[in-house]
C-alpha cells in the first residue's frame, strides 16, 4: 500500500510538504513555509519563539505533528519523548521559502536531496542571512551546555564547536537514484530560482511527477522540455502538479524583460535603480546583459556575490563575480567608515561580517561615493532595504527606478510600496516602471503539459485555482490538509 499526505501547499500557492509513504519508505517532498498561514499570526516583530522549539510553529498550523522528522535539540528542550527516524529522505525542489524554510527544524541525520544549485543557495542564506531558523546546510544544536573549566558553573555551547554538517545530498541532474524500495530520477526545470528540480519518482504502486515551480519563457525552457518529454516517455499514474498561474492566459517571458528594460535604461540620463528577486539568477542575467549592451555596471549586493561565487562552484554557467559589467557595492554597517578616508582600512573592514570582508578589498567593489560621483555609469540595484542609501548617494534629477518584482498582492506590500514611492517622490526619481515576468507556468502552458503526458491521476498544489482543474479534467483529485490520499 502507497499513500500521499499533503501538509501544505493545499489551496494556496506555497508551502509544499507532501509525504509520500510507499510500503514503509517514507520521503516528504519539499518542506517550506506557508506565507498565508506565517501572516495570519507573525510580522517582523512578532515571531515564532526559537525558545518554545516546535510549539509555536505547530500550535499555529505550520509545522505538521509528525513523528520522527523534527531536530533532535528541540525535542530534548521541550521534554518531549525522543523518537525513532520517521523518515528516510527528504526532496527538496527548490530554494524557495515556500518549498525548502522549514529543513532547519528537521532531525539531522535524514538524507535531504538537493541540486548543486539549491545547495549553493541554501549556504548563501545560512551564512548571509539574518534570523534565528536558518540551519539548512549545517545543524548547530542548541540549548546544550558543559561545566566551566575552573567549576565556576556552566557555560552555553554556541557557535562553531556546536555546528555539525547535514546529511545534505548532492544529485545530478537526469542521474536515478535510490532511497530504499524508491527510485527518483531529478530533471532541472525553468523557474525564477537556478536549479529548480522536478522528481519522477518510481514507486511500487506507479510513477509519480512532482513538477516544482516551473515555467517555459525564462532561459532554461528547453529543460523543462526535456522533462516532460522523459515524463511522456516514462509515464505517468500520479502528476502533483503546480498551477500558481493556472487561471493566466499570458505574461511577460524573460526576452520581453529585456527588451523593455534595455529601452529604459538607454533613455535614462542619470543613475538607474532597480529592485528584482535578489536570488533570481536568470533576472541577473537580463540586466547584465542590458548594462553590456548600454555600456554600464550593474552594480550588485554583496549577498548576491557570495551567492555567484557560491554557484561558481557548480561549475555551470552562472554570471561570474568577475564579469567586467558587474559591480558589488558596500553598504554602511555599524560605524558607517565606508568611503571615508580618516579611518585605518582594517577598522573599516571591523564594520563587515567575516564573510563580506573577503570581497571588500576587491576591486569591483563600490561605496556610495563612487556612485554617487559618476551616476550615469551604473545600474544600481536597490531593494527595499537599501533605499536609506539613496541619502548617501543622491541620486541626481532625470535617475529612475525600474520595479522588476511581482505586483504587491496583500496589504503588508501595498504599504511598503508606498515607502518606495516616498522615497522616489524625495528625490525626484521617475518611477517605478513595473517590468517582471512570472517563474510560473500559464494557464494553457499546464494543460498543454498535462494533455502531452496523460497522467492517470491529476493532484494541482501551490494554487488558489484548483477549479480550472477540475473543470478540464475528471480524473483531477483534490486534495485536503493531512488527509491520505491512498494508491
Ligand atoms: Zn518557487
Redesign the pocket.
Known amino acids: 500500500m502507497s499513500s500521499l499526505t499533503f501538509y501544505g501547499g493545499v489551496d494556496e500557492i506555497?508551502g509544499n510538504k507532501i509525504l509520500l509513504d510507499d510500503k514503509g519508505t517514507r520521503v516528504m517532498l519539499d518542506f517550506g513555509m506557508s506565507f498565508n498561514q506565517s501572516g495570519k499570526y507573525f510580522s517582523e516583530f512578532l515571531q515564532p519563539r526559537k525558545c518554545n522549539c516546535l510549539e509555536d510553529f505547530i500550535a499555529v498550523g505550520l509545522l505538521p505533528k509528525l513523528k520522527g522528522i523534527y531536530r533532535e535539540d528541540y525535542i530534548k528542550h521541550a521534554r518531549w519523548s525522543q523518537e525513532e527516524r520517521g523518515l528516510d529522505a527528504v526532496l527538496i525542489t527548490?530554494a524557495?521559502a515556500?518549498?525548502a524554510a522549514f529543513i532547519h527544524h528537521l532531525r539531522k541525520d535524514v538524507p535531504i536531496y538537493v541540486s548543486p544549485e539549491t545547495k549553493a543557495i541554501l549556504n548563501t542564506l545560512e551564512v548571509t542571512g539574518s534570523g534565528g531558523f536558518k540551519d539548512f546546510c549545517n545543524y548547530s544544536c542548541s540549548f546544550e551546555f558543559k561545566p566551566k573549566k575552573d567549576g565556576s558553573g556552566y557555560t552555553k555551547i554556541i557557535g562553531e564547536v556546536a555546528k555539525t554538517p547535514r546529511s545534505l545530498k548532492t544529485f545530478n541532474f537526469g542521474e536515478k537514484f535510490k532511497i530504499d524500495s524508491i527510485e527518483v530520477t531529478p530533471y532541472e526545470v525553468d523557474?525564477?530560482?537556478p536549479g529548480?528540480t522536478a522528481f519522477l519518482i518510481y514507486t511500487s504502486q506507479g510513477n509519480i511527477l512532482y513538477t516544482?515551480?516551473y515555467r517555459f519563457h525564462g532561459y532554461r525552457s528547453e529543460s523543462t522540455i526535456s522533462m516532460v518529454d522523459a515524463a511522456i516517455d516514462e509515464g505517468v499514474d500520479i502528476l502533483i502538479t503546480e498551477g500558481t498561474r493556472v487561471n493566466e492566459v499570458k505574461g511577460n517571458t524573460e526576452q520581453n524583460v529585456f527588451d523593455k528594460v534595455s529601452e529604459i535604461v538607454k533613455n535614462t540620463k542619470e543613475l538607474t535603480l532597480i529592485n528584482f528577486p535578489s536570488r533570481d539568477t536568470a533576472r541577473l542575467k537580463t540586466f547584465q546583459m542590458v548594462a553590456k549592451e548600454v555600456d554600464k555596471k550593474l552594480v550588485l549586493d554583496l549577498k548576491q556575490a557570495y551567492l555567484l561565487n557560491q554557484l561558481s562552484f557548480t561549475g555551470k554557467d552562472y554570471p561570474s563575480i568577475n564579469d567586467q559589467n558587474l559591480c558589488f557595492f558596500a553598504e554602511k554597517k555599524n560605524w558607517g567608515l565606508i568611503g571615508r578616508d580618516d579611518y585605518p582600512q582594517d577598522l573599516i573592514l571591523q564594520d563587515y561580517d567575516k564573510w563580506e570582508r573577503a570581497y571588500l578589498e576587491k576591486g569591483n567593489v563600490l561605496n556610495f561615493r563612487d556612485i554617487k560621483s559618476n551616476q550615469r555609469e551604473y545600474m544600481f540595484y536597490c531593494n527595499y532595504f537599501l533605499l536609506n542609501e539613496l541619502i548617501d548617494i543622491k541620486p541626481n534629477k532625470g535617475s529612475r527606478y525600474i520595479r522588476s518584482v511581482c505586483e504587491p498582492f496583500d496589504e503588508e506590500m501595498n504599504l511598503d510600496e508606498k515607502r518606495v514611492q516616498n522615497w522616489l517622490n524625495l528625490f525626484k526619481i521617475d518611477g517605478p516602471h513595473q517590468i517582471h515576468a512570472s517563474?510560473h507556468a500559464s494557464g494553457p502552458e499546464i494543460f498543454k503539459n498535462i494533455d502531452l503526458i496523460q497522467p492517470k491521476k491529476i493532484i494541482p498544489i501551490h494554487t488558489e485555482s484548483t477549479e480550472y482543474f477540475n473543470k478540464k479534467y475528471n480524473n483531477t483529485i483534490n486534495i485536503e490538509v493531512g488527509k491520505k490520499i491512498i494508491f
Open positions: 506555497g527548490h524557495h515556500d518549498h523557474h525564477s530560482l529548480s516544482g515551480d517563474g
